[in-house]
């Protein structure tokens, strides 16, 4: 089992931390469960890389320092052609590089075999290489080598979250609807919303360490359930938008609306019994302690709406641990799945996904197009600048003006292009350039 997997070994020695380059359900399951679960003195001190923003990739990158020659790096990708993750793995590698590092030495990939990444792992030497089956998809794969891993490194007891996932198995397959839990949930979310996504799931967990369970729900519940068709090919526009932080710090946020402002959303409390580790608890005040606070806060805020008319459910727990964890996330999961049952659509799908993914690369090859043409103009002498409606012309891109100008007020923000005059807010009247002339060159 994963629990028994020792750490290999590193070129500096002992690996100290564990580097993950994933998005999606390959970041947001494993940050959820070491927020959740990792010791306060974790064998290795996990950081995570989840977006393709580079500033927060020199952050994670610069957090480390010294510590990346001591560092695991886990790429986490079905395909091995997520954008995301890709070019978080070519930062890193850079990063390698510019300290002297042996990246492969350093690395394991979590992906399907035969992928891009696993082909990478296999013919760079990386250390080891994890089976991602083509059947899990990337919000349902927490209890696959994705989150296992992650989480067996940073001393997490996974038997135990795997035992708990079982033991909530067999309670969802029960055929008595009061017996399921998952059925019970499904059925809630359906009474609350009327079936179509009217209401929104408000997430109050009240305990920290599940502060970011509200996240990983989701895009469980939301990337699931946000459907436009149906099984049988009918518009539907189905969903339940999902938000949500924890109390009671709520309480003191937008708590106050949901009492009495629109009443459109249920909220879900996640109930926790266990305070502290028994023998740890004090007294605030004579019979009062820290917990019993939080519990009064629950207990309040959940009447509170009642009162108001306003409905919620409350799943309880005895206390945070692995077994509990790997339940919740189990529940969640199969409750998604009878949910979109009863609803008539595909939960494990995400056309909307692909969607954005491809607009995305359409505008990565439009901005190809707009540096070529802005290249060629640099290169006439002198250097012509072009008003962005002529290299819309240029780009065979006509009705593409303004894309074209938000890449262009990219570009200039990152000193790859120059507004040569104009008004940025007014973008018809700006002439733009790129190339190692100056401004005042143009017009001498």
């Known amino acids: 089992m994963l629990s028994a997997i020792k750490p290999p070994p590193c070129p500096a020695g002992k690996f100290t931390h564990v580097l993950s380059i994933g998005i999606g359900g390959s970041a947001l399951g494993p940050q959820f469960v070491a927020e959740a679960l990792a010791p306060d003195n974790p064998p290795l001190e996990i ?6 923003d580079p500033a927060g990739i020199d952050h994670q ?13 886990i790429v986490i990708s079905k395909s091995g052609g997520t954008p995301e993750t890709r070019n978080g793995l070519l930062e890193v590698q850079k990063a390698f590089r510019e300290k002297g590092l042996d990246f492969p030495k350093q690395a394991v990939a979590i992906t399907q075999e035969k992928s891009l990444l ?5 013919s760079e030497g990386w250390l080891a290489r994890f089976p991602m089956f083509d059947w899990v998809g990337g919000r349902t794969s927490e209890l696959s080598a994705v989150g296992l891993l992650p989480a067996a490194l940073q001393g997490i007891n996974v ?8 033991l909530m198995d067999k309670a969802t397959r029960k055929q008595s609807i009061k017996e399921n839990p998952a059925a019970l949930l499904a059925l809630c979310w359906y009474w609350a919303s009327n079936g179509i996504g009217s209401k929104d799931m408000v997430v109050l967990p009240y305990k920290d360490s599940l502060l970011l369970f509200s996240r990983y729900l989701q895009q469980l519940v939301m990337e699931s359930l946000g459907k436009e068709l149906d099984l049988d090919g009918n518009l539907v526009n189905q969903g339940l938008s999902v938000y949500g932080n924890k109390g009671s710090t709520d309480q003191h946020a937008y708590i106050q609306q949901l009492r009495e402002g629109v009443s459109n959303f249920f909220a879900t409390f996640i109930e926790v019994l266990r305070d502290r580790p028994p023998g740890h608890d004090w007294e605030l005040e004579p019979g009062v302690t820290c917990g019993d606070y939080l519990f009064g806060m629950l207990q309040g805020t959940r009447s509170a709406l009642y009162a108001n008319k306003r409905e919620s459910i409350t799943v309880t727990v005895q206390e945070v641990n692995a077994r509990t964890i790997g339940a919740l996330i189990a529940l969640y999961e199969r409750a998604v799945g009878l949910y979109a049952s009863l609803v008539n659509i595909n939960a494990y799908h995400q056309p909307g996904v692909e969607a954005g993914k491809k607009a995305a690369a359409d505008v990565l090859a439009l901005q190809k197009r707009v540096l070529a043409v802005l290249n060629e103009a640099s290169c006439k002498e002198p250097a012509e600048p072009l008003a962005v409606e002529t290299i819309a012309q240029l780009c065979q891109a006509p009705n593409q003006v303004e894309m074209i100008y938000k890449i262009v007020l990219h570009m200039a923000a990152n000193d790859r292009a120059l507004f040569a005059e104009g008004s940025r807010g007014s973008p018809r009247s700006l002439k733009v350039y790129t190339g190692e002339c100056n401004v005042e060159e143009l017009y001498d």
């Open 118 to 122: 696993d082909t990478t792992a296999r």
């Open 159 to 166: 038997d135990d979250m795997l035992y708990g996932a079982a």
């Open 61 to 73: 990158i610069s957090q480390l320092g010294a510590k990346l020659s001591s560092t695991l790096v």
């Open 47 to 52: 950081r995570f890389i989840d977006n393709t």
